[in-house]
């Protein structure tokens, strides 16, 4: 028997580490359309947008303009996501102490992630108390933010369980390769 390479360790968890990038990418997708749909409102009914909006909404039109704006924010989220969840799995090649680096990295990307929906949820929450002040229907953003909050939710909450499942998985390769190096 052989003491399995670096390589290997990613390859078996490959899929773990794309399903997390996948789950945080989804939930933070939810609570983006909910986002959508409050600052969709606010337009429409002619409320102040933050500059950079109002400057896209100007150049290329309300919807288009809101869609561009939204997507610029989680291109950022994107890249971040992408870095950690790297590092995450870099963490797993080393060869000691990899224990406490995976579980630190984990820890990072589920914080990460749950500040970004955490803040995301606030905005949007904020957007709707400015259109509720300005007399403006919030039932369509409201209830979009109840159902695409649940499914971010769960999304987020799937990604915490693939994170465990993922460091379960890489503890039994770890410890058969313990066990490999001891026996030779």
Known sequence: MRILPRRSLLVISFREHLGIYVLASLSSIFLTASQYLAV???VASYLPVDPGTSALI???GRGP???IALLLNSLAFQGILLVLVLTLALSATFRT???WTYAFFGVVVSGFVGYWLGARFLVVLEWISTLQTNRVDTSN???GLFWFGLAASICYVMMILLLRR???KL???HLGR???STQE
Request: charged share 20%; net charge negative; proline share 4%.
């Open 65 to 67: 303009g809101v869609v």
């Open 58 to 60: 100007t150049n290329y």
């Open 166 to 168: 993922s460091y379960g």
């Open 171 to 173: 503890a039994e390769t």
């Open 97 to 99: 102490r990899w224990e």
């Open 40 to 42: 969709s409102a606010a």
């Open 178 to 180: 313990k066990d490999l």
């Open 141 to 143: 953003p409201y209830s």
